[in-house]
């Protein structure tokens, strides 16, 4: 089956070639597609050498299935082309996931809108993979829906700076190093990514404002939360705030259930759920820093809120590269393809 990565180069693009180098079902090289600006690169994948290419309408001619991760702007281009040329598009934008049509997948919650490609067949179409910490919160949510009914879901999210990509990284860098040679005083906006400083500091902001108050990081985990769980009734609130890490977004939830569940229930429940582990002790808990590297969703210090059974505190890590991106396309195209994702 030939496959392409629209947005190869970056962040999201570089740690879905290193996955898939790892499949099996993966049997020729991806097609590596950049904007102008990478094309020429190289990148490795399984010890040799690839180039990537300028993306243009025949890129798409004998593709099956192509990761799209390369910002809402070039998916809404791009994404109808390869389509009608035959190709799957797995997008990991914000572009296509309100779409009555496109199915917004997380697989351990709803894989089974994705279809199986069959030999053949010509057709394409386009699958959005969720928004990164909409994914790392519904899986905890679905289990703790299928176990006893969310009815309320509150979270107040941590995000690292590769959240924003290559630039958000790099921005993060250059004001540690000024801010550790004495270049760098107060918090206004020193450099092009993030509104404020975001070096030895806390933003809570991210993506543009709405009339409502809220910003667009904090719909898009409302919106798309309900979507994935097929629960258009769920009353979800964010706070989205940006962090000093480099890689792996937190998030603080509250759920509001519509039956009590006992913690040692619920931690089984998390921790039985597909790809997610529940530490059953307070300090059995896991840190960005040390789920870098790691595609699974981490749960601990979970709790009841004082005097409610039914209301249950918890902390959510999860590696936004991996579970929250590229992992979660890779599935996708796993399922695609009818094999399975390792
Ligand atoms: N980082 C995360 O944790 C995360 C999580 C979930 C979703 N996402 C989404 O994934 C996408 C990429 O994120 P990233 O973090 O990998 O960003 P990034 O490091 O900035 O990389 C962006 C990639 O997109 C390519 N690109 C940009 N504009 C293009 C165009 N007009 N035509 C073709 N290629 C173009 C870039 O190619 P050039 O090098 O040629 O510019 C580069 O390969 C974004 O939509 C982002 O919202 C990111």
Redo the contacts with the bound molecule.
């Keep these: 089956m030939r496959s392409a990565i ?10 879905m070639l290193d996955l898939l180098a790892r499949q099996s079902w993966i049997e020729m090289p991806p097609l590596l ?7 020429g ?1 190289p990148l490795r994948f399984r010890g040799s050498e690839l180039i ?1 290419r ?2 243009a309408a025949e890129s798409f001619a004998s593709v099956r299935v192509a990761l ?8 809404r ?2 994404a109808p082309v390869a389509a009608a040329s035959g190709a799957w598009v797995v997008d ?4 296509w996931r309100r779409e009555a049509s496109v199915p917004l997948v997380v697989p351990e919650v709803n894989g089974r809108l994705v279809p199986r490609l069959e030999e053949g067949e010509a057709a394409g179409g386009i699958i959005a ?1 969720p ?2 910490s909409t ?1 790392q919160i519904a899986l905890p949510c679905a289990a703790l829906d299928r176990a006893a009914g969310l009815r309320e879901v509150h979270v107040t999210t941590m995000q ?1 700076v ?7 990284r790099d921005e993060l860098a250059g004001q540690s190093a000024a801010l550790a040679a004495g270049e760098l005083a107060g918090a206004d906006r020193p450099g092009p990514v993030f509104p404020r400083r975001i070096a030895a500091n806390v933003i809570p902001e991210i993506g543009g404002p709405g009339d409502d108050g809220f910003f667009e990081e904090e719909r898009k985990v409302h919106d798309e939360l309900r979507k994935i769980l097929a629960r258009p009734d769920l009353a979800v609130t964010c706070t989205a705030t940006r962090v000093p890490v480099w ?1 792996g ?1 937190s998030a603080a939830v509250r759920a509001v259930l519509s039956r009590p569940l006992e913690r040692d229930e619920a931690v089984a429940v998390l921790g039985g759920f597909p790809g997610v582990t529940c530490g059953a002790t307070p300090a059995d808990y896991r840190t960005p820093a040390e789920v870098s590297g790691d595609a699974r969703v981490h749960v601990g210090r979970l709790r009841h809120e004082p005097g409610r059974r039914d209301v249950l505190l918890f902390w959510v890590v999860a590696d ?2 991996l579970k ?2 590229a992992w979660n396309a890779v599935q996708i195209a796993a399922r695609l393809a009818g094999a399975e994702a390792r």
């Design positions: 629209l947005g190869a180069s970056g962040l999201v693009g570089r740690t597609l950049t904007s102008a600006r990478s094309a690169q990537c300028e993306v799209f991760s390369a910002g809402a702007t070039a998916s281009r791009w990991n934008s914000s572009a993979n928004n990164c994914i690292s590769s959240g924003a990509g290559q630039k958000g890689t977004h936004n590269l929250g991106a």
